[in-house]
């Protein structure tokens, strides 16, 4: 089953995601902003990672920054 970290500030865009992405069979691990979802990237190895731009904490500019080293 492939994974994918979802990080996504608003609570409900969130939550509707991942229950649509989980009825499709993906592993779903969420993030409520770009500082936690960068630690469980690290952690949970994501096949792919959707994610938010404007989010507070880190954006998703920072996010991809991060990851990508």
Known sequence: MKKILLIEDDVTVRENTAELLELSNYDVITASNGKNGIEKAK???????????????????????????
Do not use: A, F, H, N
């Not at 952690?43 to 990508?68: A, R």
């Open 43 to 69: 952690q949970t190895l994501p096949d792919i990672i959707v994610c938010d731009i404007m989010m507070p904490e880190t954006d998703g500019y920072g996010v991809l920054q991060e990851l990508s080293k």
